[in-house]
């Protein structure tokens, strides 16, 4: 199981980013999938979940502001990040999920496989 997350970098408050993850070694339309973040000293959370249905999840931080997205032909998971904030920067992290909770309450438990973290900067 490989999951390879890419497109961070440096951008303005106000701005926006769209991460990508690939994932390989699993039945891609069977499985949830969720981006987490770690900004630097704290904890890593829960940003956003997708089912392989089409349901969406959404950390409150961030809602209304990211969407998660997912293309089942390429097997790749996108988080689309507009109005982005000082308090977004982080790196951030995919994870294949192992429950799709229809909340936005999820914990690092809920993930059984990470891939790398890519980093976010938002500049003020």
């Known amino acids: 199981v490989q999951l390879q997350a890419f497109g961070g970098g440096l951008v303005q408050a106000g701005g926006s980013l769209r991460l990508s993850c690939a994932a390989s070694?699993?039945?891609?339309?069977?499985?949830?999938m969720g981006w987490f973040r770690q900004a630097p000293g704290k904890e890593r959370e829960f940003v956003a979940a997708?089912?392989?249905?089409?349901?969406?999840d959404y950390a409150d931080s961030v809602k209304g502001r990211f969407t998660i997205s997912s293309d089942n032909s390429k097997n790749t998971v996108y988080l689309q990040m507009n109005s982005l904030k000082p308090e977004d920067t982080a790196l951030y992290y995919c994870?294949?999920?192992?429950?799709?909770?229809?909340?936005?309450?999820?914990?690092?438990?809920?993930?059984?496989?990470w891939g790398q973290g890519t980093l976010v900067t938002v500049s003020s």
């Open positions: 994870a294949y999920l192992r429950i799709y909770r229809g909340s936005g309450y999820y914990t690092e438990a809920d993930a059984d496989y």
């Open positions: 997708i089912s392989w249905s089409g349901g969406r």
């Open positions: 070694g699993r039945t891609f339309r069977s499985y949830f």
